[in-house]
């Protein structure tokens, strides 16, 4: 079993940057394939990026593609989310997911959740 936590969010203005951290324990987190997804007032959870296990591949929704860059250190068992150019819609709750599949974009794909955390881009 797999327990994740995200931090990082917060309120920044639009152009700003955030760093969002999904630490795990439990389980053994360096063979999991991460997940970011976000969930947005009144919309449906939407997938973000995704790591494989050993960091190797990437892959982003084209939205973020060349704003947001996801890592991990699996000494530190840990993924984080860098987001730089920040724009109002990207306002959402952002949750890490980890699961065994390659490539995985659906929420269906994922075993394991964290609780979220929100990020506010303000104009």
């Known amino acids: 079993q797999v327990q994740l936590v995200e931090s990082g969010g917060g309120l920044v203005q639009a152009g700003g940057s955030l760093r969002l951290s999904c630490a795990a324990s439990?389980?053994?987190?360096?063979?999991?394939?991460v997940g970011w997804f976000r969930q947005a007032p009144g919309k449906e959870r939407e997938f973000v990026a995704r790591?494989?296990?050993?960091?190797?591949?990437?892959y982003y929704i084209d939205s973020v593609k060349g704003r947001f860059t996801i890592s991990r250190d699996n000494a530190k068992s840990t993924v984080y989310l860098q987001m730089n150019s920040l724009k109002p819609e990207d306002t959402a709750v952002y949750y890490c997911?980890?699961?065994?599949?390659?490539?995985?974009?659906?929420?269906?794909?994922?075993?394991?959740w964290g609780q979220g955390t929100q990020v506010t881009v303000s104009s």
């Open positions: 997911a980890a699961g065994r599949l390659w490539p995985a974009n659906l929420r269906s794909e994922y075993d394991y």
């Open positions: 790591i494989r296990w050993n960091g190797d591949s990437t």
């Open positions: 439990g389980g053994t987190f360096s063979r999991y394939t």
